[in-house]
């Protein structure tokens, strides 16, 4: 069956702010046109829920409640692995994954039961995230290391494309152990701007998440490093501009930028709906910037469209070179 309806009206939660003239309860804030999505559970979706079902697999497509989860699911087959578990060590203002004490250490399985998973969806480009985990001395980088080395060695083919936590509470050499297991793209979200950092993301240090890019490339220059915000946070254009400065000045490759949805009225409130042309207009001053790639549109999302947008990077890399 398939209907088209508002993102979010599919869950209890709808975005919301204070009416802070008033003080009056919280608006739901009416979405615009442009964000409106297909729900559709066509079997394709159902495959993909059952593998991760059975195999006891963590997606963030469900855990973060992504808009993008029916198209990704059900139309392309695909989906981000977040392995280390469901319960995560921070508490960010944004995100809809369960905060707490996680309850055990690594799953010692996981790695070879998300190789399982990208042999069976046939995947030409796997994304495998985590939740922070600041309770154990690597931070979870060993596991990181193991499940791209499980991928790799299921599926030779396969591209592997890794997003991470910021490993700031945890071994110096935590980085170094994932790295060298050579993901093709080393994903790390600045997620908004330093200002809002202390509401958003406040376990998390904005000048360490860029060095942690920059080494990335030190590392290894043959790695494409991600990283990406979230806009309608409260923001403004002139530091977002700022935002891409910095990354490039860490050599960051590929910069997202997507619309922030409040995922329980709990989590911080949508300042404003940014409109497709700002999107575009952001899209533009980035290339302008000399980022390789960019996706920058209402639904982006870290790992939205993630095997065709690496195609094009690597393609924008060998342009790039040859021209050089
Ligand atoms: S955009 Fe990413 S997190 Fe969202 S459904 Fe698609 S693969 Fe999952």
Not at 43 to 65: G, I, P
Not at 86 to 101: E, I, L, M, W
Not at 129 to 141: F, H, M, N
């Amino acid at each position: 069956m398939t209907n088209l309806v508002q993102i979010g009206d599919h869950r209890r939660s709808s975005d919301s702010r204070t009416d802070e003239s008033s003080g009056a309860r919280p608006k739901r804030q009416r979405r615009p046109e442009w964000l409106r999505i297909r729900l559709a559970t066509p079997e394709k979706y159902r495959q993909v829920q059952s593998l991760v079902n059975r195999l006891n697999l963590h997606t963030v497509c469900q855990e973060a409640r992504c808009p993008n989860i029916y198209e990704c699911w059900g139309e392309h087959g695909t989906a981000t692995f977040m392995i280390l578990g469901d319960v995560c060590t921070r508490r960010c203002g944004f995100c809809a994954v369960t905060s707490g004490r996680p309850p055990a250490g690594p799953d010692p399985d996981e790695p070879a039961h998300v190789a399982e998973a990208v042999a069976a969806m046939d995947l030409r480009h796997a994304v495998i995230t985590s939740v922070d985990r600041d309770d154990l001395a690597d931070g979870g980088a060993e596991h990181f290391a193991q499940t791209i080395r499980a991928v790799r060695h299921r599926s030779p083919s396969t591209t592997i494309e890794i997003l991470t936590p910021d490993f700031l509470k945890c071994a110096p050499d935590a980085l170094e152990t994932v790295v060298a297991a050579r993901p093709d793209v080393f994903n790390h979200n600045l997620e908004t701007v330093p200002g809002l950092y202390p509401t958003v993301r406040p376990g998390a240090r904005y000048f360490h998440s860029l060095r942690l890019l920059q080494r990335v490339k030190e590392i290894d220059p043959s790695i494409f490093t991600k990283s990406g915000i979230m806009v309608g946070l409260g923001e403004d254009r002139q530091s977002v501009a700022q935002v891409m400065d910095d990354m490039r000045a860490a050599d960051v490759d590929f910069l997202t930028i997507g619309q922030y949805l409040q995922p329980t009225p709990k989590h911080h409130a949508v300042d404003r709906f940014v409109t497709p042309e700002e999107f575009a207009g952001y899209e533009k001053t980035a290339f302008g910037k000399g980022f390789l790639m960019v996706s920058a549109t209402p639904l982006t999302r870290s790992s939205y469209h993630a095997g065709d947008d690496f195609a094009r990077l690597r393609a924008n890399r060998e342009a790039k070179l040859a021209n050089a």
